[in-house]
Structure formats: structure tokens, C-alpha cells
């Protein structure tokens, strides 16, 4: 009788995800997910409502320099963004900095930076989208007024692009945190880190594996329920047909 | 029902079919699969000289490779027809879950038999004895496991080094990657202070180093590390092939061959066999 390999032959052990020390493990792995997410938002938030703007100005020059930006990073595949960030950019930086990166987690920062300059020439874009969704009669209205141009970016147009792309922007956030993952290739002790970890102690790789992905689908769950309330906050009356009124 | 309650009711509706179509598939043994769909897929390493390695000339294979060719040629007569070989990249990482989905069929890499993994894997007898050690810049302070504290040391995720040092060593600073030639890197860029791994995995990235002379390969062997062909449990019939085909191969002296060819003088990883390591081989060959 031949003896089915697969089907009968693995026993599940779940109770391996919460006996020490695999539990910790797990917990440490979000806590690492959380803190690159969290990092490389931030990074990229900066980055991309710096980027947008300066890809909407009349400078050619200025508009240049953000197309260049975005065009750079967002071509190039995060993971080897990451093997660049980690092991690239520290060789031109000087001895000193190396060593200063070596003793304070350089792996934990090489991640953020990757996430946070990859994903901030993804959210330009969706900034610059927004921008440009907004009547030019603003940015006169507001020029009119003696606002500077910086002013008139800084005071009225950004603000109302911020407003208007928060569901693509819950889509990039999203995107940050599933690809938070990637640092595992240089060494980041995040979720996925951990499930390996643990599969490779315990060989039970789908009980691992099954904890990642309900950690990672619970996380984008929370993400998407702040963002939903930040949407719902920030919605500009008049301006976007708000969740409800969409299916009429 | 609504729009999107149909949807997910024919996705789930697909799933099943998807999953009642592979069921029959999956109820086979390792050598009615490997006969049903006519190739023996076996995990090897990529970045570990000579068990498992892309060459300059970009050329896979490496001594475990030519062992696991051996236990192909049995597959083959048992079998009674050819049977294509075909290598699939594995690492200490993704190892167990490939063979475990019936991804591979054998793991012929550089996996260290222990007593937890043979809990869920079964392994063939040992085919190479090694312990760890340490890779360091020649000159550095790190001399072995005593002096390793507040160092920056390397390992490889998934490997028995690394369990050894996270649970007996916690005065070093574990930094774990997850392929060799990435810890190497970092190695070399001062990332790390040290790089552990078993002592002959050391010597074949010391060989194949840019400047081998710049590389100390230091310290007793602080585990035991006996190498052996990983399988799915459970499946005498196979095991008994693979062990069968290693004892053959030790008593013909094919093994030698093989071993010379990687670890000899010319090789790629000039290691001697140990005189102990050889009588222990030896000793593993069952009468017939």
C-alpha cells in the first residue's frame, strides 16, 4: 500500500506558535514590521509630498529633478534596493559612518532607507496625481491673495492633495508594509524572518507560514480600518462622492 | 446573494476543485512520483564550494551533486527507464518546506543531521563530518567560541551554527542572513566581525575567495555537524536506495573518487578525509 507522502504524512502542531521561544519570536517579528513600516512611511510621506509638488511646479528644472527622482527609484526592483541601500551606500560613506552604522542595526536603517525612497517615488506620483486633479483656478485664486508660490504649495495645494488621495494612498501604505518583507534578505529579524526561523527550528513550515500570513492579513486589516477613518475624516465636501454614496 | 457573495462562493467552488484534483497526486510515494512524471528534482546549493556551487564558467555542481548523480543511476535501474535529473536551488531556509511540498525530491546539500529534524525528515547515512568554526580577516582578535563576546558574528538562517550560537553563545551579537555569499559581503565590509558556518564550508569560501590569503579560518569545532541526503519520512523503500547506493559508491571507492576530485590537492577545496572521518564511513557500510 503505498503511503501518501504529503497528505497524511504531515502533522500539524499549532500549539508550536505560542510555546516559547517561538512565540516571542513572532511577537519580535511585528514589532519589526511595525517599526520598518512605520520608519519607511514616514521617509516615504516626506519624500513623496516633496516629489509631487516639485513635479507640478512651472520650474522645468525643479520638474526635471523630480521626474528623475521617482523615474530612479521606482524602476529599479526594491530587493535589490535593499542590497544597494546595505551594501552599496555604505562603501562611499567614511570610515567612521560605516563603523557608527555597523554598531547601531545599519541593516534595520539600510531597510527603512530602501522602503522609504522606494515607495516615496511611488506615493510622488500618486501626490502629483492629486495635484494636478485640482482646478489651476486654486492655485491662482490663491496666488492672488500674495501668496508666494511656495506658500500657495504649502498652505492650499498640498493640503488639498493629501485629502484627495487617501484611497490610493491606503494602497501604498499597504504595499509598504507587505514589502517591509523584503528585509529579510539583509537581515532584518521582521515577520517572515521570524516564520522562517521558526520553520527551520521546528520543520513546521505551515503552521509558520499560515502565522505570517493571518499576521500580515491582520495588520493591512488595522492599516486599512485607520485609513478608512482618516478618508472619511479628511474628505473634502463636494469634492469626492463620499464611500456611501458611491453605489447609486 | 449578492455581487461579491457569488464571487467568493465561485472562487471557493474553484479552490476545491483545484485542491480535489491535486489530492490523488499527492498520495504517492517519492519513487511512483519521480516514475509518473519521469525526473528526480534534487535541492542543492548554489553558494556553498564544492558540496554545492556555480562555477566560473557558470557550471552547477559540486560534490554533493555528484552524490546524488549516484543515487539518480539506481533510481534509473530500479525504475527500469530513464529518468531526467534536474537541480532546484535550495537553502538552509527553504530546504525542509521544498521537500516537504514535494517541491524536491532529495536534499543533497550540506545539511546537518540532528536529532529535532529527524522528527519530520528522514535522512540518509552520513556522507561528510565537519564542526563549526569561524572566518575572520586574518589578524583579527576573534581566535574561536572564547572570544567571541560583543562581536558582531554571522550566520546563515536555518543552519545548526546558528541555533548553537543563539542558544549557547548569547554573549555574541547574532546577525543572521540568509544565503552565504551575503554573509560573505558583509564579511568583507566589516558588517561582521566573524562568519560561522561548519569548518569545511569555511575553507571552500576561503578557496574561492578574490585574495584567500587575506582569510583565517579559526577555532576547535565548537558542534558536530554530520551531513546527510534529506528526504520525506516515512519511506523506507526510497531511503533504503539512497543509503544502499552510498554504501556501494564507499566500498567501490567511488566516494573517493568523488571526494578527490572536490577536496583533493587539485580540487576546488584542497580537505583532506580525515583518517577518523574515513574509518567512520567506512564503518557505515552494512554487509550486503
Redesign the interface.
Known amino acids: 500500500m ?9 502533522q500539524f502542531q499549532w500549539s508550536i506558535l505560542w510555546t516559547s521561544p517561538y512565540g516571542g519570536w513572532l511577537l519580535q517579528g511585528i514589532l519589526t514590521t511595525l517599526k520598518l513600516t512605520v520608519l519607511g512611511w514616514v521617509l516615504a510621506a516626506a519624500l513623496g509630498a516633496v516629489f509631487g509638488a516639485v513635479r507640478t511646479v512651472p520650474s522645468r528644472f525643479l520638474r526635471g529633478v523630480g521626474g528623475v527622482y521617482v523615474e530612479i527609484f521606482r524602476n529599479v526592483p526594491l530587493l535589490v534596493w535593499m542590497f544597494l541601500w546595505y ?1 552599496g551606500v ?2 562611499i560613506l567614511p570610515a567612521a559612518a ?2 557608527w552604522l ?1 554598531r547601531h542595526n ?2 534595520l536603517i539600510a531597510a527603512v532607507a530602501a522602503l522609504g525612497v522606494y515607495h516615496g517615488a511611488r506615493l510622488a506620483e500618486v501626490v502629483r496625481a492629486g495635484i494636478q486633479s485640482i482646478p489651476s483656478t486654486q492655485l491662482e485664486a490663491a496666488l492672488s491673495t500674495g501668496l508666494t508660490l511656495t506658500q500657495a504649495y504649502r498652505l492650499v495645494l498640498v493640503p488639498i492633495a493629501l485629502r484627495l488621495i487617501v484611497p490610493p494612498l491606503t494602497n501604498e501604505s499597504l504595499n509598504l508594509l507587505k514589502n517591509s518583507s523584503l528585509a ?4 532584518v ?1 521582521e515577520t517572515t ?1 521570524m516564520t ?2 521558526i ?7 505551515f503552521e509558520a ?1 499560515t502565522a505570517g500570513t493571518l499576521i500580515y492579513l491582520g495588520l493591512c486589516l488595522g492599516v486599512s480600518a485607520v485609513m478608512a477613518r482618516i478618508e472619511h475624516r479628511v474628505a473634502i465636501p463636494g469634492l469626492i462622492v463620499r464611500g456611501g454614496g458611491a453605489e447609486h | 446573494m449578492t455581487a461579491v457573495g457569488r464571487r467568493i462562493a465561485a472562487a471557493g467552488l474553484a479552490l476545491g476543485v483545484l485542491l480535489a484534483g491535486a ?1 490523488p497526486a ?5 519513487l ?2 519521480i516514475g509518473r512524471t519521469g525526473v528526480f528534482v534534487v535541492g542543492a546549493r548554489t553558494g556553498s564550494p564544492p558540496f554545492g556551487f556555480i562555477d566560473k564558467q557558470n557550471n552547477w555542481g559540486g560534490f554533493s551533486v555528484d552524490l546524488a548523480k549516484m543515487v539518480h543511476q539506481n533510481i534509473e535501474k530500479k525504475l527500469g527507464k530513464p529518468i531526467k535529473f534536474e537541480l532546484k536551488e535550495s537553502t ?2 527553504t530546504r ?2 521544498l521537500l ?3 517541491a524536491v525530491d532529495l536534499i543533497a546539500g550540506t545539511m546537518t543531521i540532528t536529532r ?2 529527524r ?3 528522514d535522512f540518509s547515512a552520513v556522507f561528510f563530518v565537519t564542526g563549526a568554526q569561524f572566518l575572520v580577516k586574518k589578524g583579527s582578535p576573534i581566535r574561536g567560541v572564547q572570544t567571541i563576546a560583543g562581536k ?1 558574528i554571522g550566520a546563515q ?2 543552519s545548526t551554527n546558528e ?1 548553537v550560537l543563539r542558544e549557547k553563545y548569547p554573549q555574541a551579537q547574532l ?4 544565503d552565504q555569499p ?1 554573509a560573505f ?2 564579511l568583507t ?3 561582521i566581525d566573524a562568519y560561522t558556518n561548519d569548518g569545511v564550508q569555511l575553507a571552500g569560501l576561503k578557496a574561492k575567495a578574490p585574495n584567500p590569503a587575506e582569510w583565517d579560518v579559526v577555532g576547535e569545532f565548537f558542534s558536530y555537524e554530520p551531513y546527510g541526503m534529506a528526504m ?4 523506507t523503500d526510497f531511503r533504503n536506495l539512497v543509503d544502499f547506493r552510498l554504501m556501494e559508491a564507499i566500498e567501490s571507492g567511488e566516494y573517493q573518487k568523488a571526494y578527490d576530485k572536490w577536496f583533493g590537492a587539485q580540487g576546488e577545496v584542497p580537505y583532506p578525509l580525515s583518517e577518523t572521518a574515513r574509518i567512520f564511513l567506512q564503518m557505515q557500510v552494512i554487509p550486503r
Open positions: 503505498p503511503r501518501p507522502f504529503l497528505a497524511l504524512a504531515y551594501f555604505p562603501q560605516q563603523e555597523n545599519g541593516e529579510l534578505t539583509i537581515s529579524a524572518f522562517r526561523q520553520e527551520s527550528y521546528t520543520a513546521k513550515g507560514l | 489530492a499527492l498520495a504517492e510515494t517519492t511512483e512520483k538552509p531556509a525542509i518546506p516537504s511540498s514535494g529535532a529534524r522528527e519530520s525528515l558582531r538562517q536555518g541555533k546577525v543572521v542572513f540568509p551575503a559581503t558583509a565590509q566589516g558588517k520525506r519520512k516515512n519511506e
